[in-house]
């Protein structure tokens, strides 16, 4: 087997998406006053209080309108106020690749969790500013909770634009449940149960590593809440790509969820892998505050998140049950081996493409000699794991899809069941933009092989991998161009 990384690649064949008509055309910010003044840590003396969307009084559903509503009104009135609606969306547009190649995406690498954070940090404040209520918190939309992956009444009840949280570009209405393997209790364990740092958050910007945490369930998400059938594939809007995603309210609570998710996971011990990098802890990014101040804040700064930002998450009732408790872990099982399918495309380390047929494919599971002939990976952040990696995935500008991974089981397809040692995880991709920038966004797509699957992975040699596209939760997508570079398991 070679090992000599192809570099030319055939690039994506199918027409490119349209842009969504609400992206602008620059989300550059309104240019700061001056230097950024430093981030001192929140003064309010209390601590906010993140609720479930599910679990808002009529009082506090009303002031969560009021200053969104509010929020809105400020865009309307003086768009360029920095705090006003289409502003803070753009702020969002700009870290995704809006600010073109200068301004380092927070998509797709460890920044994710962190400047997510800080970024809804200061949209909290602006919103308890607008209506006087230092105290407001923005709510979470628990989907993990059981009984919860439709999307939380207030946003959707009534579908108006009298409903300042209401967003007229989605594809899921009042009750719509997301399809149940999305959000499975399997799902969201084996996320709070990733042993590595670099699993769950992702690696550094240059090691093109996207967090577990981002392209299974957050990703999952935003297609699902513009397109539920996943038979788009192409021209979504809003919630459906990261260029006018924070143009639907939901994405704030849908963030919110993202980031107690990650408070769940350090909870646990995962405390124990962020990033011991002094580059990760010193980055920092600048926001315009509730006063319109320049500020500058740091990823040690938003690490705390009672101490520093004054905010905590309040457990979903009734009694915090939620579905993800480890005691639900499934036992481990040993699958027989299937035998390799004679289909199988012997071409790992090439660009291949996956169209909407399921596809099987030999990965090499690379031994630690030949890991320097490998691109430079994320430092390990806690114990070696073994990681399965679809590196190199690409879509034409626009496109977007969920594919899901199996090992050792050649001719699985979408009805195979989404569970067992065999079955890997599922990755989505979301646009970040509409053709208007035609940049392909690569991103290296690697899963923590979990205790139960280990079983079913050999030591070295090659072993059958699966990808099945999917739209929905068992239906083959009409049309899909996706393009991955190479195929492994390594151990890192
Ligand atoms: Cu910046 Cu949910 O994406």
Not at 54 to 68: G, K, W
């Given at each position: 087997?070679?090992?000599?990384?192809?570099?030319?690649l055939?690039?994506?064949?199918?027409?490119?998406?349209?842009?969504?008509?609400?992206?602008?055309?620059?989300?550059?910010p309104?240019?700061?006053?001056?230097?950024?003044v430093?981030?001192?840590?929140?003064?309010?003396?209390?601590?906010?209080v993140?609720?479930?969307a599910?679990?808002?009084?009529?009082?506090?559903?009303?002031?969560?309108?009021?200053?969104?509503a509010?929020?809105?009104?400020l865009s309307?009135?003086?768009?360029?106020d920095?705090?006003?609606?289409?502003?803070?969306?753009?702020?969002?547009?700009?870290?995704?690749?809006?600010?073109?190649?200068s301004?380092?995406?927070?998509?797709?690498?460890?920044w994710?969790?962190?400047?997510?954070?800080?970024?809804?940090?200061?949209?909290?404040?602006?919103?308890?500013?607008?209506?006087?209520?230092?105290?407001?918190?923005?709510p979470?939309?628990?989907w993990?909770?059981?009984?919860?992956?439709?999307?939380p009444?207030?946003?959707?009840?009534?579908?108006?634009?009298?409903?300042s949280?209401?967003?007229?570009?989605?594809?899921?209405?009042?009750?719509?449940?997301?399809?149940?393997?999305?959000?499975?209790?399997?799902?969201?364990?084996?996320?709070?149960?990733?042993?590595?740092?670099?699993?769950?958050?992702?690696?550094?910007?240059?090691?093109r590593?996207?967090?577990?945490?981002?392209?299974?369930?957050?990703?999952?998400?935003?297609?699902?809440?513009?397109?539920?059938?996943g038979?788009a594939?192409c021209?979504?809007?809003?919630?459906?790509?990261?260029?006018?995603a924070?143009?639907d309210?939901?994405?704030?609570?849908?963030h919110?969820?993202?980031?107690?998710?990650?408070?769940?996971?350090?909870?646990?011990?995962?405390?124990?892998?962020?990033?011991?990098?002094a580059?990760?802890?010193?980055?920092?990014?600048?926001?315009?505050?509730?006063?319109?101040?320049?500020?500058?804040?740091?990823?040690?700064?938003?690490?705390?998140?009672?101490?520093?930002?004054?905010y905590?998450y309040s457990?979903?009732?009734?009694g915090?049950?939620?579905?993800?408790?480890?005691a639900?872990?499934?036992p481990?099982?040993?699958?027989?081996?299937?035998?390799?399918?004679?289909?199988?495309?012997?071409?790992?380390?090439?660009?291949?493409?996956?169209t909407?047929?399921?596809?099987?494919?030999?990965?090499?599971?690379?031994?630690?000699?030949?890991?320097?002939?490998?691109?430079?990976?994320?430092?390990?952040?806690?114990?070696?794991?073994?990681?399965?990696?679809?590196?190199?995935?690409?879509?034409?500008p626009?496109?977007?899809?969920?594919?899901?991974?199996?090992v050792n089981?050649?001719?699985?397809?979408?009805?195979?069941?989404?569970?067992?040692?065999?079955?890997?995880?599922?990755?989505?991709?979301?646009?970040?933009h509409?053709?208007?920038?035609?940049?392909?966004?690569?991103?290296?797509?690697?899963?923590?092989?979990?205790?139960?699957?280990?079983?079913?992975?050999?030591?070295?040699?090659e072993?059958?991998?699966?990808?099945?596209?999917?739209a929905g939760e068992?239906m083959?997508?009409?049309?899909?161009?996706?393009?991955?570079?190479k195929?492994?398991?390594?151990?890192e």
């Open positions: 087997m070679s090992l000599t990384l192809v570099a030319l055939p690039s994506p064949s199918y027409a490119q998406c349209p842009s969504p008509s609400n992206e602008p055309a620059t989300c550059k309104p240019a700061p006053p001056g230097p950024p430093p981030f001192q840590g929140d003064i309010g003396t209390s601590t906010r993140r609720k479930s599910f679990e808002l009084t009529s009082v506090e559903v009303d002031r969560l309108r009021q200053a969104f509010a929020l809105r009104k309307e009135d003086d768009p360029d920095p705090r006003g609606w289409l502003q803070q969306a753009n702020v969002h547009c700009w870290h995704c690749g809006g600010g073109g190649a301004v380092e995406n927070v998509h797709g690498n460890y994710f969790l962190p400047w997510h954070r800080a970024y809804l940090y200061f949209f909290e404040k602006i919103l308890g500013k607008l209506v006087g209520d230092p105290d407001l918190a923005l979470y939309w628990d993990d909770t059981r009984g919860r992956s439709a999307m009444p207030p946003y959707v009840v009534p579908s108006a634009r009298s409903n949280l209401f967003d007229a570009y989605r594809g899921v209405g009042p009750g719509q449940a997301m399809p149940p393997s999305a959000t499975s209790p399997q799902e969201i364990n084996r996320l709070l149960s990733l042993r590595n740092g670099a699993s769950f958050m992702g690696g550094p910007a240059g090691s590593q996207t967090g577990e945490i981002e392209f299974r369930i957050h990703n999952r998400v935003h297609q699902w809440v513009t397109d539920p059938t038979q594939s021209g979504l809007q809003d919630m459906g790509i990261f260029s006018t924070a143009q309210p939901i994405f704030f609570a849908h919110a969820n993202t980031d107690r998710l990650w408070e769940l996971w350090r909870a646990m011990g995962g405390e124990q892998r962020l990033p011991a990098d580059a990760f802890r010193r980055r920092t990014w600048t926001f315009y505050d509730e006063n319109k101040q320049w500020v500058s804040i740091s990823v040690e700064q938003v690490l705390d998140s009672v101490g520093s930002l004054h905590g457990r979903p009732s009734p915090g049950r939620t579905d993800h408790d480890h639900t872990l499934p481990l099982t040993t699958a027989p081996m299937p035998a390799p399918a004679k289909s199988i495309v012997k071409a790992p380390w090439s660009a291949q493409i996956l909407s047929e399921p596809q099987t494919v030999s990965a090499p599971i690379v031994v630690s000699s030949e890991l320097a002939l490998l691109e430079a990976g994320a430092p390990p952040l806690g114990p070696t794991v073994r990681r399965l990696h679809i590196d190199g995935v690409a879509m034409p626009g496109g977007s899809t969920t594919v899901r991974v199996f089981l050649p001719g699985a397809d979408e009805r195979t069941p989404p569970s067992g040692p065999n079955y890997v995880g599922a990755f989505t991709i979301v646009p970040h509409g053709s208007g920038h035609a940049d392909v966004t690569r991103q290296d797509v690697a899963f923590e092989l979990s205790a139960e699957t280990e079983q079913v992975v050999p030591g070295s040699g072993i059958p991998l699966s990808l099945v596209p999917l068992d083959r997508p009409l049309e899909l161009t996706l393009e991955y570079q195929v492994y398991v390594v151990t």
